[in-house]
């Protein structure tokens, strides 16, 4: 999406602080909790952190970035431009453990990216994109599509392989298309997309090449709502994904009445170690008091959406 606006005003934050107010929302909230790092588990997470690398953030807002980062074992990130000038800021302030790999940019100049622990996780062989061939095109296809046709990604999923313990996985990072969310070919192109990762994730599930059948896609899959009846929800679980119930029971936006961001998993596989532990971490609502009450709603979340992020991280735990 394009640049917010640089909010008109400033504040003035003690990052020190900042964080303890997150680490304490996290730990006090009902629904906020989350596991600490174990041996026995893996952390995922995926979060839209909104045009990293065009908006103009500072060592204090990567410091509170990675702060949540931080808590998880491995991070698939969205909208992180092309230029890592924000990449390379959000790494700084992460443990000299953190890693990053990496896609080429693609639509709206963007990158898609997993950061990592590598004290507890190690990359694999497997990286790639996932593109659908033109003679294959004609496949992906949707009973309820009157009006798009599947003509490829506008950024192609990022898929990479890792192992943590015993577990050799497969994850596919996603930004779906968007576009006009009150136009019939926007939204159908959008679920073209969601079923094409997961007509990718299935087969490659099954096949006897592939390097590990635990597969999972994560991302920002501008999914409006959690409900059988949305297109984008039915086409990303029509092979068999499954999206799990999230302990916190809110939407990923600000504003909280969006799905946007999932992981998606079968229940076979990484499916079967999920713990059922799963949520959204609502950041905006642990940091910035004192914003919150000198300022209108519209402009706390002016400063959240341009410093941080419009969206916040989804989580999930798998045991080993």
Not at 153 to 171: K, W
Not at 226 to 241: E, R, V
Request: charged fraction near 20%.
């Amino acid at each position: 999406m394009p640049s917010f606006p640089k909010p008109s005003f400033t504040f003035d934050y003690d990052a020190d602080a900042e964080r303890a107010a997150l680490r304490h929302w996290r730990d006090t909230q009902p629904g906020r909790a989350i596991p600490a790092k174990d041996a026995n588990r893996l952390l995922l997470a995926t979060w839209n952190i909104a045009n990293l690398g065009a908006q103009d953030r500072g060592p204090k807002d990567y410091a509170l970035l990675a702060e949540v980062i931080s808590w998880f074992d491995l991070v698939a990130v969205q909208e992180v431009k092309n230029n890592r000038i924000g990449l390379n800021g959000l790494m700084a302030a992460l443990p000299a453990s953190w890693r990053t790999l990496y896609s080429d940019a693609a639509g709206n100049d963007e990158r898609m990216t997993f950061v990592y622990d590598s004290e507890r996780v190690k990359p694999r062989e497997l990286t790639g994109e996932v593109a659908v061939a033109p003679s294959d095109l004609k496949n992906v296809t949707l009973p309820d599509t009157t009006v798009a046709k599947f003509v490829g990604f506008d950024r192609n999923p990022y898929i990479a392989s890792f192992e943590t313990g015993p577990l050799v996985f497969c994850l596919v990072n996603v930004h779906l298309y968007y576009g006009d969310d009150t136009a019939i070919e926007a939204i159908e192109r959008r679920a073209l997309e969601a079923f094409a990762v997961a007509q990718w994730c299935k087969r490659e599930s099954k096949s006897h090449y592939a390097l590990t059948p635990v597969i999972a896609a994560l991302g920002d899959f501008n999914l409006p709502k959690i409900d059988p009846a949305d297109p984008i929800f039915k086409a990303l679980t029509k092979t068999g994904l499954q999206l799990p119930q999230h302990s916190t029971q809110i939407g990923s936006n600000l504003l909280g009445d969006e799905h946007y961001d999932q992981v998606a998993f079968f229940p076979t596989g990484a499916g079967a170690k999920f713990t059922g532990n799963s949520g959204v971490f609502d950041f905006d609502g642990g940091v910035f008091a004192e914003l919150w009450a000198t300022k209108t709603p519209v402009q706390f979340r002016s400063f959240i959406k341009y410093y941080l992020s419009d969206h916040r991280p989804l989580w999930a735990e798998f045991g080993l």
